[in-house]
């Protein structure tokens, strides 16, 4: 980045009180904790701030603390980081979260501070720091720093080349009209879209819902994209029209996920200050999310035992196959009665390569069962030429039904797929390939029963054609006497 990232937000000072619980108290059926230690952190918008200076940048916070001794320990902190903290003046209370933990569990939160004061002015120094930033970033968490007016008009005069990515809060303001990337979570997402009445048909559930929600957020809020973090799901990426794009999150253990959201909007803050593309920052921001929660949340930030989390894997795709040669239809009937989610999708998968399995692999991620649609040969040859296939539809299902994260495949004869989606009837159909921001063609028919159409992140470079083309050129060479590997 060209210049640091600013972080813009409420801080406040988090404390965790570990203890061990080994017995109860003779009065009353509550632990005794013994042996308690003290444990100081930034939190809020201070807690995003010394995540990025871990990684290594330039950060500067520009916050509300009060006159107290809690804001002086979050500067400390902060400093300690190696963050410059740009103070708002500010008549209220820093406030304070102190959870008590027992064995990595929270027992008990204590707060103080609760009620915020008022920013009463904004110094040139913060208008320094936002005209230098190579990015920004505004933590929302509801004690009225972004609602300052003479604040979201620096934030709103940023020019176009520093991108802003805006972490809103249900108590907080709305993102100033232009950001590049709003990050609500699901919960907030739909806080957010009932209080501006943003319409959702009632047949629209789970991923249909919440593209419609974030396709909302876009044009409410006139922000280029909204990202709606889903937990352990990922994330759904909306820019308003199109189908929305889906980074399904690797599969993780966590004992405390606090934090989470925070690593999530820090990480695509960072990249799109280095000149990543939404999508791909939205990427870098799943992964890190996931990361961070498996490490142990907070705890491998500010030294506790980060060993009560750790990863379990790299997808959902255990026990998948067990029901590949069941019949597509009733398979995807049984299970959208045991209320689980169908995911489909299609292609011709010709030659199957690592893009494909990475699409396959994201796709199951999505729900409870997935049925890979596959061209059969007389269609392959209406779309790609009288030469292909290369392997024949039966051949192409088998592998298909080899691959644990495939449930069932349906082999359907026309040039596209709509026919088989409506024996199907899933819930989401996943697009792979270059549809971000883009109208998905299966999209229509989707919305007869309320599904949702998604695009799937793509491995670059991994091509069908690639391989014919690489396999040709590798014949006439040796054709040609050349021997060359």
């Known amino acids: 980045m060209r210049g640091p990232l600013v972080v813009v937000g409420d801080a406040l000072l988090d404390i965790d009180l570990e203890g061990s619980a080994s017995r109860l108290t003779p009065d009353a059926p509550v632990p005794v904790l013994d042996d308690l230690v003290e444990k100081p952190r930034p939190g809020g918008a201070g807690l995003a701030a010394a995540m990025a200076a871990r990684d290594g940048h330039d950060v500067v916070l520009v916050t509300a603390l009060g006159s107290d001794e809690a804001g002086a320990r979050v500067e400390s902190l902060l400093e300690r980081e190696g963050v410059r903290v740009v103070r708002l003046p500010y008549d209220g209370p820093t406030a304070v979260?102190?959870?008590?933990?027992?064995?990595?569990?929270?027992?008990?939160?204590?707060?103080?501070?609760?009620?915020?004061?008022?920013?009463?002015?904004?110094?040139?120094?913060?208008?320094?720091?936002?005209?230098?930033?190579?990015?920004?970033?505004?933590?929302?968490?509801?004690?009225?720093?972004?609602?300052?007016?003479?604040?979201?008009?620096?934030?709103?005069?940023?020019?176009r080349g520093v991108p802003v990515t805006w972490d809103p809060h249900p108590r907080g303001s709305a993102p100033v009209p232009g950001v590049r990337l709003a990050t609500p979570n699901s919960g907030e997402a739909e806080t957010f879209a009932d209080r501006l009445e943003i319409s959702v048909p009632q047949r629209s559930g789970g991923l249909a819902a919440v593209g419609r929600r974030a396709d909302g957020l876009v044009a409410a809020w006139q922000a280029q994209a909204v990202a709606v973090t889903l937990g352990g799901q990922g994330a759904l990426l909306s820019y308003g029209s199109g189908a929305p794009v889906v980074t399904p999150a690797p599969a993780v253990n966590a004992v405390d996920p606090c934090g989470a959201g925070d690593r999530f909007a820090v990480s695509a803050a960072l990249a799109l200050g280095a000149g990543a593309i939404t999508t791909e920052a939205i990427a870098a921001a799943v992964a890190d999310a996931a990361a961070y929660v498996a490490g142990g949340g907070p705890a491998s930030l500010f030294g506790a035992d980060p060993g009560s989390a750790s990863r379990s894997g790299t997808g959902s795709d255990s026990g998948a196959g067990s029901s590949g040669s069941r019949p597509a239809e009733g398979l995807a009937a049984t299970v959208a009665a045991r209320g689980g989610t169908v995911v489909a999708t299609g292609g011709c998968f010709d030659l199957l390569h690592a893009g494909h399995v990475a699409t396959l692999r994201a796709a199951r991620q999505l729900g409870d069962c997935l049925v890979v649609c596959l061209n059969s040969d007389d269609s392959v040859r209406r779309l790609k030429g009288p030469s292909r296939p290369l392997v024949p539809a039966t051949d192409r299902a088998r592998v298909l039904e080899a691959l644990e994260c495939v449930d069932a495949v349906v082999v359907f004869d026309e040039d596209?797929?709509?026919?088989?989606?409506?024996?199907?009837?899933?819930?989401?159909?996943?697009?792979?390939?270059?549809?971000?921001?883009a109208d998905v063609p299966e999209a229509t028919v989707l919305e007869e029963w309320g599904g949702q159409a998604v695009v799937l992140p793509y491995l670059q470079g991994r091509s069908t054609s690639r391989l014919v083309r690489t396999a040709a050129d590798r014949v006439t060479a040796t054709n040609a006497g050349d021997d060359r590997p």
């Open 97 to 159: 979260k102190e959870r008590v933990r027992a064995s990595g569990q929270s027992l008990l939160r204590l707060d103080s501070g609760s009620r915020p004061g008022r920013v009463t002015a904004v110094p040139a120094e913060v208008a320094d720091a936002l005209r230098g930033a190579g990015a920004v970033l505004v933590a929302d968490y509801g004690r009225g720093v972004t609602s300052v007016a003479a604040l979201r008009e620096l934030l709103a005069a940023l020019p």
């Open 416 to 437: 596209t797929p709509v026919e088989a989606i409506r024996r199907i009837r899933p819930h989401v159909w996943a697009k792979g390939g270059d549809y971000a921001g």
